[in-house]
């Protein structure tokens, strides 16, 4: 079973603290930055959660008002025993659609191979790269997303 994509709400977030830790481990936002996040639901963020009974997935966009070009992908994420299935495609394909017309970055650790891999397969390219950005040196890997014409 495929499981729904839709907008994250209040009831979510003890499922998003928790498996944000599962997936992140020491790098995993602290509650208050998850309310942080919420709070900011009405302004310019979006999140949304692949719901299969639980919550095994989500994806966190920073989506600025329309007179700003670009977006950013803050947090995409899926539970570890239900990796590789097709719902980390699933979140990106809802948020990419949300980002029409719009240029759309993020920052990922340069030995990613997981997350490189689902970014070059809709389409996205490095355009840069952070030398020594993260804990103990790794480069971030800046890339870009543009619609297709
Ligand atoms: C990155 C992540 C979200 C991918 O989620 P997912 O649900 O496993 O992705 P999908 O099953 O939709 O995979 C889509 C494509 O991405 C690529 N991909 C996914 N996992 C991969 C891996 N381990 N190695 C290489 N390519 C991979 C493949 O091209 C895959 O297509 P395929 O399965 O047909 O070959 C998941 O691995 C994850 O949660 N990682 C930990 C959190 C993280 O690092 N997030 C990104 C930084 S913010």
Known sequence: MRPAIRAAVAD??????????????????????WVNEF???????????????AVVGYVVLLLPPVELDVVEVLRI?????????????????IALERCAGRTVLLEVAASNESAI?????????????????YAGGEDAVIMRWREEA
């Open 12 to 33: 979510d977030l003890a499922a998003l603290v928790a498996l944000d830790a599962v997936c992140f481990g020491r790098e995993a936002w602290s509650s208050i930055a």
């Open 39 to 53: 709070e900011r639901l009405s302004e310019d963020r979006v999140v949304l959660v692949a719901d299969e009974g």
């Open 77 to 93: 994420a899926v539970a570890p025993a239900e990796r590789r299935t097709g719902i980390g495609g699933q979140l990106l394909t």
């Open 117 to 133: 891999g689902l970014y070059r397969g809709f389409g996205f390219e490095e355009i840069s790269r952070r030398r020594g950005y």
